[in-house]
């Protein structure tokens, strides 16, 4: 089944402890994204992937890492979570980058940082 | 940056009526798209149109667009209880951006 898994789903951590959140698909999309979703605000882009190897920063990356070693694999990292963190994350694949491509949502990392 | 902007906030019509939610954005585009999400859950891809289309239909949604007003619609005739959802657009910002924005996003209650 095509699909864009998420792990964990919900995560309750503590202020300044490192953590990842996986992100894998098995479409062979090139583009991958993650967003958070905050009440009001509606869906912010962190950081989004091209490709391999290439990723670039979305509308609010402070605190946050990616990585893009594997086309299936982008996983997003918070160094040092603070509470203003605390969030519904989401990673998105599509086909290729573009307007025209319809973007594949996981279920959603559901984060709290005390 | 939020290119699209949905209008309204939230909806409350009870089952069998029409619902109809509006996006606005600022920029040219080359495509709009409409996203369902379901409560706490990814969201789910409805609907594309192009910026030179004016009016497309998928089983009982209708989006329009109007590139004059930079504005689209998306219709849903017959609402039923399982179209309790918020409602997305995602623009890209025209002229060769490879990101798509998405606005806030319209919270629909049909009530059955």
């Known amino acids: 089944e095509a699909q864009v898994t998420q792990n964990p789903r919900y995560l309750i951590t503590v202020t300044g402890k490192k953590l990842t959140v996986t992100c894998s698909q098995n479409m062979n999309h090139e583009y991958m994204s993650w967003y958070r979703q905050d009440p009001g605000l509606g869906l912010r882009q962190i950081y989004y992937s091209m490709n391999v190897e290439v990723t670039d920063k979305g509308d609010v990356p402070e605190g946050y890492k990616v990585s893009r070693k594997e086309k299936r694999n982008f996983p997003l990292i918070l160094e040092s979570p603070s509470p203003n963190q605390t969030s519904l994350y989401f990673c998105?694949?599509?086909?290729?980058?573009?307007?025209?491509?319809?973007?594949?949502f996981g279920p959603g990392t559901r984060l709290l940082v005390l | 940056s939020q290119q699209g902007e949905e209008d309204p906030q939230a909806l409350s019509i009870q089952e069998g009526e029409n619902a109809t939610m509006n996006c606005s954005y600022k920029?040219?585009?080359?495509?709009l798209q409409w996203y369902r999400q379901n409560s706490g859950r990814g969201l789910v891809h409805l609907i594309l149109i192009r910026s030179n289309e004016r009016e497309k239909h998928s089983g009982r949604l209708r989006v329009t667009l109007d590139t004059s007003k930079k504005s689209s619609s998306l219709l849903i005739t017959a609402s039923r209880a399982a179209d309790t959802a918020s409602y997305f657009c995602?623009?890209?910002?025209?002229?060769?951006?490879?990101?798509?924005?998405f606005g806030r996003g319209t919270s629909l209650i049909v009530h059955p």
């Open positions: 995602a623009t890209d910002a025209g002229g060769g951006s490879y990101i798509p924005t």
């Open positions: 998105a694949s599509s086909l290729q980058a573009g307007g025209q491509e319809t973007q594949y």
């Open positions: 920029t040219s585009i080359n495509n």
